[in-house]
Structure formats: C-alpha cells, structure tokens
C-alpha cells in the first residue's frame, strides 16, 4: 500500500508570493491532518480535514488554508508569503481520525524556503 | 507557550548502552501521548504511545514512562543499536483535542558504534 505522498518536496518562493502544497492521503484513509516544522519549534498543528469538512484548526493566521477533495485528497494554501513561513510542512493522513489512539501517517514533507 | 518540551536537543550514547529521551507537559488536559521517530527527508513515523490511565508501557526495546504527578514522561531504549540514531519527538493529546497532537521540540540521537 503507498505511503502519504507530499508534492512538491522542495519549493523556493519569494516573499508576497503565494503557494499551493498537495498532500495524497493512504489509499482509504479520509483524515488528513498539516503541521508545520521550523527549526527548535518541533511541529505546529495547522488543521486537519475529515470527509471534506475542516474539523480542527490550529493557532495560525487566516493565510494560511486548506481544502480537502473528495477524493480525500488535501491542499493547503499560504498567500502573501512571509520569510517565516520557510519551514517543513508534513501531512499526516488517518483511516478515521477517531482520536490519538488510531496512528497517523506521516508524508515526507513539502520543504519550503521564502526568500 | 510551549505546552510540551523536550529540554535536551541531542543525545549521544554508545551501542547496546540504554537510551533515556525526556519529555515535560504542562497541560493537565493531556491524556495521551505519544513518541515519533523522525530520520532526515522522511516524515515521522509512530513509535509508541501510552494512556494516563498507565504507567509504563513497553513495546521490545522500547519503554515509555509516565509520572503524571510531575508531568512528566520518558523513553527508553534498550539496547540502543546505531539504526536508533534519528530524532525523537514527543507528543500530546487531550480529550478535546480529537486527532491533533501537540508535539515537543523533538530530541537528536546519536547512537555510535
């Protein structure tokens, strides 16, 4: 069974700039959850999806957004890019996101540099 | 705030010795947690996770330790083999909190040969 697939891997992008990342869940999982990783901060939860709907969202400012397809597919968007938001974004994907007990998947991750 | 820490950013221990990753919490709310293990250009992946309801939970080599007085908890690894050498995140998760983790700084091991 494939993993979570993350595109792109790498991005560069300048600042004002807008960005789209993709996230392909485990085939039949329809959670996927975004963190954020910067250096010394460990990962931030951003939000997660479930079934299309957005069922948690963390501490992050309205720039940044997602979406999930039906097909449980998920984006995640950040417009007017600032140098801080150069960091590891990861997906993580579950069968039903029933609550910690049931493991999360991670992606490898989509590294974004701002510059 | 940082609601989970891992206070030392790297570890480094010698083959077949034990491995000790430590982990702090100040949210009373958490009752779960978790351990991820985290190599370059992969994303992490689930290690081992205990319940408030334990104490300690061991999977192989594997032992994590809870002391919810101290809000505190602790990995083990025995004995520590060089493929152990990746980093170490702890996490949390409350009963409110559905799926999402709250993850700490995570820890950088180094196990030589």
């Known amino acids: 069974k494939a993993g979570v697939t993350q595109t792109p891997r790498y991005l560069i992008k300048t600042r004002g700039q807008q960005v789209t990342l993709s996230c392909s869940p485990i085939s039949g999982h329809r959670s996927v959850s975004w963190y954020q990783q910067t250096p010394g901060q460990g990962l931030q939860f951003l939000f997660e999806y479930f079934s299309e709907t957005q069922r948690n969202k963390g501490n992050f400012p309205g720039r940044f957004s997602g979406r999930q397809f039906s097909n449980s597919r998920s984006e995640m968007n950040v417009s007017t890019l600032e140098l801080g938001d150069s960091a590891l974004y990861l997906c993580?994907?579950?069968?039903?996101?029933?609550?910690?007990?049931?493991?999360?998947?991670f992606g490898p991750g989509t590294r974004l540099l701002v510059l | 705030d940082q609601q989970v820490k891992q206070n030392s950013p790297s570890l480094s221990v010698q083959e077949g010795r034990i491995s000790i990753l430590n982990c702090d919490y100040t949210n009373s709310m958490f009752d779960y947690f978790l351990w991820y293990k985290k190599y370059p250009a992969e994303g992490p992946t689930f290690l081992i996770s205990i319940s408030s309801i334990k104490d300690k939970n061991e999977d192989g080599r594997f032992t994590v330790f809870l002391n919810k007085s101290a809000k505190h908890l602790s990995l083990h690894i025995v004995p520590s083999q060089p493929g152990d050498s990746a980093v170490y995140f702890c996490a949390a998760s409350g009963e409110t909190s559905g799926s999402r983790l709250t993850f700490g700084e995570g820890t950088q091991l180094t196990v030589n040969p």
């Open positions: 993580a994907s579950s069968l039903l996101a029933s609550g910690p007990q049931e493991t999360q998947y």
